[in-house]
Structures are given as structure tokens and as C-alpha cells.
């Protein structure tokens, strides 16, 4: 019999300053130098992390009223559109939302300067906002029209919610026509110009723990410079994909919806960004723990970029008219060497993801752990695996033949 | 044909003066404005690259400092502003001089060696956080 760790065990020795805790870069010296068993007996927690653009992110807000009161119909942050159909000054606002008067891709390609993810930047930077909202008026809520100027820390509630967030795996882009394109993995040059990526890789959490076994819903993280939670699994979740024999998937996977407090947050973790030619995103700084609770859990945590392989896919066709192109795969050892060899041609690495952040958000989780104020929590449910037999749907188009969803 | 790159400043009254439609028409030059502050009534500059023979380019300067309109060659630089950089590092795969590069790949970050910047441009299109951006000076 192996080791055997509770999250009761692990959370008592963080409490004592006793708890052993290491990246998962500093883990895979240690799995190679100790082997499985022994590092499951020495370490307690391993930390992830992960910075990358993150275009399906948004914080709920909730402005308070003024006198007289109001049921926002449309509300504007910095000109950003912010979702209000919910309650009267409760709203969204989307990473990937852009200003109303946006010129868009009007003159391509598109340099998309400002949008959801700056707004939330500047909200976490403690900027005054512009708030702008229209109403139609009722009789418990009069008011038709406000304009005034908010900050983060007098607004009632601002928390993050992120729908889809830390993919497990995703493609390796490149363009195969024979004119630059401009896509959310950046721009692609022509004939296998350059080839662009987003994974923290071996640092990535959910490569880190590839069947979902600690990481669920309830998870304690790191979540934007603050503390935040796994909430659900993300949009898009898709555990049954074909892995490699290490368990990681072959290609995009996993995915979490996490939330936690905007007014914890930081700017530093969470970056406007402006994709050219594509649109506005954000980038979010994420960390999650994992505690080693056996053996297994010690030989996942030390997977390698070389173990770690993502499907070469052509976004000139391939990607946006569906169409299977077999470019094969490609590791991230070799993504982050800075040049990738592709149907014989070798060809510069674009990397869109932050490694040295990635890096630093597992060292700051790291010291929040040894220092005892950050504990592990064991997830209340388990997020959907490959045997729950999701199956990712596309959209078919119907004929509607005057069906307007009413009786 | 080669390119020459100039500040040409303007007083007010000079600011009336269709001088582009004269430098095109009468010089014979390929003009690209990179830059431009021009008022009615004020002072402004104007940032040109002219392109043509050796002496076209010269004649068009000379016509320029005939009308009292001062003109500076330029030097752009490329300024990186390292508390804006997000250590991505997709510069690096576009940069064709290695100005910036990714030098340590263990390390994974981003440095600038502003001399072997040659002003391309094409980080300030890459660079999601804009953390790279364009500075003229006359040189």
C-alpha cells in the first residue's frame, strides 16, 4: 500500500507550517530524482498556474441605486455595453465587449484599443468609470436616464464570474493560405509563417490533474490576484477527447467556470487585451492546488511539456469552415523553443499565453499555502469526466418556416 | 528611388498651404504621413516619409525650406514599456532583428535591445497589452 492523504491531513500540516509545497515545474525534478512513491510521501501540495487570454470572462456588478431609482434597460461602462437584463442596477459586463462606436473591422485589420477586459482592468486599478444607463421608467423605478461616474470599492457587489476559463490543452494555429490572417491566436503569417499557441503547458492546471480528480466544484483558487472558486465545469467541457497513455488530452478538454471577488482583485492578473484584427479579450492570472493525495496524483503533477502534445490546426480553412486538415501534433517543449517543425518546414513559435506569469502565479499560491493563509478545499462535486460521455454539439441550421417560439 | 523620413514644422500662416498636393504633383514623390498636428490659425508639424529619386527627394525639401517651413530628418524609436508587458512573448516571433527576444527559453522572458531595433513596426500590431509603442524625434 502506498501513501494515502486526506485534504484533512494536507490542511492540518498547512495550518502547523508543516506542509511541503512546490511548483509543478519544481515537481518534476523531484518525481524524477525520487520516483512516484517517494514524492508522494514528501509533498503535500503542488501549485499550478496559468495566465492566458481568457475571452469568455465577465464580472456580475451591482451599482446601487440612486434617488430617484431606476431599472437600468441598457447600461454603459467607459461606452461599454454591460448586460442589465436581470434585476434594476445589477449587470454584466463581458471581456470581449466592445464600445459602442467601435470601428470594429471597418478598416482591417481591427485594432480593437478598449473594451470589456479594459473596463474590468481599470475597475480592479480602482479607476473612476463613466456609468451611463437608459431606462423605460415605472412606477417603482422612475428614473429614465443616469449619467455619473463610479469607482470599485463604493459599488455594492462586483464579483467575477468566468464561464469558460483554464482550457485544458488547446490547438497549436496556422495559416496554410496565402495571406496573413488575424485570429484570437494572433496573427498568423502565410504558407506556415509562424505558429501560434496558449497553454501554460506543464504549469497548466488542469494538465496537471487530467481525470479531474481533486479539482471540482468547490475548488479553492487563485483567482485573478485574489481568491476565488470553481464554480461549475466551463462552457464547453469536454472530458472525452482521446489522451495520450499519461491521461492528457491530446488537444482542448476541460474547462472551468470560477468566480470569485472583483474587489480582491488586481490588475496586475487581470489585463485589458486588444487582439488585432479579432476583437477585445482579457487576460486572467489562475492557480489551483493540488494536493498530492497518493501516488498517482505525484506522477500526474510531474507530466513535462514533452509529454504534453496539442493538434497543429489551419485557421485559414481548417478552423473556421471546419474542415479536417491532418498538420499532426506538436509539444510544448518545442512551442517554447521558439520554432516547431510542420509538414517539413520550420516554422517561429507565437506564444499567446504568459509563461513567466503563468510561473509566478504558482509561486505566490505556493507562499500563500506555506504561509498558512490559504487552505485546500475538497471539491463538494466532482466535475463531469470522460465517462459522463459529453458530446459537444455544433449549431444546425433549421428552417424556421414562421416559428417565432410563441404559441 | 530611396525613402527619407522628415519632421517639417510649420508656422501658422504656412499651415494654409497645400504643400503635399505640391510635393505629389510638382516633385513627383511618393508621400506616407506617419503623424500630423495641423491647425488652421496655429502652429503644426507634419511626419512624412517621401519617397523618390535622390534629387526629387532634395528639390522637395528645398522647395519646403523655400517656403520657410522647417525641416528635421527623423529618428523614430520603439519604446517598450516593461510595467505594460505581459512576458507573452509573441513579439518575439515577429521581431525580424531579435531586438526583442525571448533569449532564455527556460526562462521565457521578454527583453529589448533597442539598437537592434529597426522600426518595422510590427510588434506595436502584435502586442495584445500594447505595452510596445512608437516614439518621433528628430534625430
Given at each position: 500500500?502506498?501513501?494515502?492523504?486526506?485534504?484533512?491531513?494536507?490542511?492540518?500540516?498547512?495550518r502547523?507550517g508543516?506542509?511541503?509545497?512546490?511548483?509543478?515545474?519544481?515537481?518534476?525534478?523531484?518525481?524524477?530524482?525520487?520516483?512516484?512513491?517517494r514524492?508522494?510521501?514528501?509533498?503535500?501540495?503542488?501549485?499550478?498556474?496559468?495566465?492566458?487570454p481568457?475571452?469568455?470572462?465577465?464580472?456580475?456588478?451591482n451599482?446601487g441605486?440612486?434617488?430617484?431609482?431606476?431599472?437600468?434597460?441598457?447600461?454603459?461602462?467607459?461606452?461599454?455595453?454591460?448586460?442589465?437584463?436581470?434585476?434594476?442596477?445589477?449587470?454584466?459586463?463581458?471581456?470581449?465587449?466592445?464600445?459602442?462606436?467601435?470601428?470594429?473591422?471597418?478598416?482591417?485589420?481591427?485594432?480593437?484599443v478598449?473594451?470589456?477586459?479594459?473596463v474590468?482592468?481599470?475597475?480592479?486599478?480602482?479607476?473612476?468609470?463613466?456609468?451611463?444607463?437608459?431606462?423605460?421608467?415605472?412606477d417603482?423605478?422612475?428614473?429614465?436616464?443616469i449619467?455619473?461616474?463610479?469607482?470599485?470599492?463604493?459599488i455594492?457587489d462586483?464579483?467575477?464570474?468566468n464561464?469558460?476559463?483554464a482550457?485544458?490543452?488547446y490547438n497549436?494555429?496556422?495559416?496554410?493560405g496565402?495571406?496573413t490572417?488575424?485570429?484570437?491566436?494572433g496573427?498568423?503569417?502565410?504558407?506556415?509563417?509562424?505558429?501560434?499557441?496558449?497553454?501554460?503547458?506543464?504549469?497548466?492546471?488542469?494538465?496537471?490533474?487530467?481525470?479531474?480528480?481533486?479539482?471540482?466544484?468547490?475548488?479553492?483558487?487563485?483567482?485573478?490576484?485574489g481568491?476565488?472558486?470553481?464554480?461549475?465545469?466551463?462552457?464547453?467541457h469536454?472530458?472525452?477527447?482521446p489522451?495520450?497513455?499519461?491521461g492528457?488530452?491530446?488537444g482542448?478538454?476541460?474547462?472551468?467556470?470560477v468566480?470569485?471577488?472583483?474587489?480582491?482583485?488586481?490588475?496586475?492578473?487581470l489585463?485589458?487585451?486588444?487582439?488585432?484584427?479579432y476583437?477585445?479579450?482579457?487576460?486572467?492570472g489562475?492557480?489551483?492546488?493540488?494536493?498530492?493525495?497518493?501516488?498517482?496524483?505525484?506522477?500526474y503533477?510531474?507530466?513535462?511539456?514533452?509529454?504534453?502534445?496539442?493538434p497543429?490546426v489551419?485557421?485559414?480553412?481548417?478552423?473556421?469552415?471546419?474542415?479536417?486538415i491532418?498538420?499532426?501534433?506538436?509539444?510544448?517543449?518545442?512551442?517554447k523553443?521558439?520554432?516547431?517543425?510542420?509538414r517539413?518546414?520550420?516554422?517561429?513559435t507565437?506564444p499567446?499565453?504568459?509563461?513567466p506569469?503563468?510561473?509566478?502565479i504558482?509561486?505566490?499560491?505556493k507562499?500563500?499555502?506555506?504561509?498558512?493563509r490559504?487552505?485546500?478545499?475538497q471539491?463538494?462535486?466532482?466535475?463531469?469526466?470522460?465517462?459522463?460521455?459529453?458530446?459537444?454539439h455544433?449549431?444546425?441550421?433549421?428552417?424556421v418556416?414562421g416559428?417565432?417560439?410563441?404559441? | 528611388?530611396?525613402k527619407?523620413?522628415?519632421?517639417?514644422?510649420f508656422?501658422?500662416?504656412?499651415s494654409?498651404?497645400p504643400?503635399?498636393?505640391?510635393?505629389?504633383?510638382?516633385?513627383d514623390?511618393v508621400?506616407?504621413i506617419?503623424?500630423?498636428?495641423i491647425?488652421?490659425?496655429k502652429?503644426?508639424y507634419?511626419v512624412?516619409?517621401l519617397?523618390?529619386?535622390?534629387?526629387?527627394?532634395?528639390?522637395?525639401?528645398?522647395?519646403?525650406?523655400d517656403?520657410?517651413?522647417?525641416?528635421?530628418?527623423?529618428?523614430?524609436?520603439?519604446?517598450?514599456h516593461?510595467?505594460?508587458?505581459?512576458?507573452?512573448g509573441?513579439c518575439?516571433?515577429?521581431?525580424?532583428?531579435?531586438?526583442?527576444?525571448?533569449t532564455?527559453?527556460?526562462?521565457?522572458e521578454?527583453?529589448f535591445?533597442?539598437?537592434?531595433?529597426?522600426?518595422?513596426g510590427?510588434?506595436?500590431?502584435?502586442?495584445?497589452?500594447?505595452?510596445?509603442?512608437?516614439h518621433?524625434e528628430?534625430?
Open positions: 500500500m502506498g501513501v494515502n492523504k486526506t485534504y484533512e491531513e494536507i490542511n492540518d500540516k498547512i502547523r508543516k506542509a511541503v509545497v512546490v511548483t509543478a515545474e519544481e515537481m518534476i525534478g523531484i518525481v524524477e530524482e525520487k520516483g512516484c512513491a514524492a508522494a510521501e514528501e509533498v503535500d501540495v503542488v501549485t499550478t498556474g496559468t495566465f492566458g481568457m475571452c469568455s470572462s465577465g464580472a456580475f456588478l451599482f441605486h440612486p434617488s430617484p431609482r431606476i431599472k437600468m434597460k441598457k447600461v454603459w461602462l467607459n461606452g461599454v455595453e454591460a448586460y442589465t437584463g436581470i434585476a434594476a442596477v445589477d449587470a454584466y459586463i463581458g471581456a470581449a465587449q466592445l464600445p459602442e462606436n467601435d470601428p470594429e473591422n471597418k478598416v482591417y485589420p481591427g485594432k480593437f478598449y473594451g470589456g477586459g479594459h474590468i482592468q481599470d475597475l480592479v486599478a480602482r479607476k473612476p468609470v463613466r456609468l451611463e444607463a437608459i431606462a423605460y421608467g415605472t417603482c423605478y422612475p428614473r429614465k436616464k449619467e455619473t461616474v463610479i469607482t470599485l470599492d463604493e455594492n462586483a464579483f467575477l464570474f464561464p469558460r476559463n482550457y485544458q490543452n497549436c494555429a496556422v495559416n496554410l496565402n495571406r490572417i488575424y485570429t484570437y491566436m496573427i498568423l503569417k502565410p504558407n506556415l509563417g509562424n505558429a501560434g499557441y496558449s497553454s501554460a503547458g506543464q504549469l497548466s492546471p488542469l494538465l496537471n490533474d487530467p481525470h479531474y480528480r481533486t479539482i471540482g466544484i468547490g475548488t479553492r483558487i487563485f483567482l485573478g490576484g481568491i476565488g472558486y470553481v464554480a461549475w465545469h466551463g462552457t464547453q469536454h472530458p472525452n477527447v489522451r495520450g497513455e499519461n492528457v488530452p491530446l482542448g478538454a476541460g474547462t472551468l467556470a468566480i470569485g471577488d472583483l474587489k480582491q482583485m488586481s490588475p496586475e492578473w489585463v485589458g487585451a486588444s487582439f488585432i484584427g476583437g477585445a479579450s482579457m487576460y486572467v489562475i492557480g489551483i492546488p493540488i494536493p498530492i493525495l497518493d501516488e498517482e496524483m505525484a506522477r503533477t510531474a507530466v513535462k511539456d514533452e509529454e504534453i502534445f496539442c497543429v489551419d485557421y485559414s480553412e481548417g478552423y473556421p469552415y471546419g474542415k479536417s491532418d498538420l499532426g501534433y506538436v509539444n510544448y517543449r518545442d512551442l523553443s521558439g520554432k516547431v517543425t510542420i517539413g518546414k520550420e516554422i517561429p507565437t499567446m499565453s504568459s509563461y506569469r503563468a510561473r509566478r504558482a509561486e505566490i499560491l507562499e500563500w499555502i506555506k504561509s498558512g490559504f487552505e485546500l478545499t471539491p463538494v462535486a466532482p466535475l463531469p469526466s470522460a465517462d459522463a460521455d459529453i458530446v459537444l455544433s449549431l444546425p441550421e433549421r428552417n418556416n416559428y417565432n417560439g410563441l404559441k | 528611388m530611396i527619407n523620413r522628415v519632421v517639417c514644422f508656422s501658422a500662416s504656412q494654409e498651404q504643400i503635399i498636393f505640391r510635393l505629389v504633383k510638382d516633385y514623390l508621400i506616407n506617419l503623424k500630423a498636428d491647425n488652421p490659425q502652429e503644426g507634419l512624412v516619409e519617397m523618390g529619386s535622390k534629387e526629387q527627394i532634395e528639390q522637395g525639401v528645398n522647395y519646403l525650406k517656403l520657410g517651413v522647417r525641416v528635421e530628418p527623423l529618428s523614430q524609436t520603439v519604446v517598450w516593461e510595467d505594460i508587458c505581459i512576458q507573452c509573441a518575439a516571433s515577429f521581431c525580424p532583428t531579435g531586438a526583442l527576444d525571448i532564455d527559453r527556460e526562462k521565457m521578454v527583453s535591445d533597442n539598437s537592434r531595433c529597426v522600426v518595422c510590427m510588434c506595436l500590431d502584435c502586442c495584445p497589452t500594447r505595452a510596445v509603442k512608437l518621433f528628430v534625430a
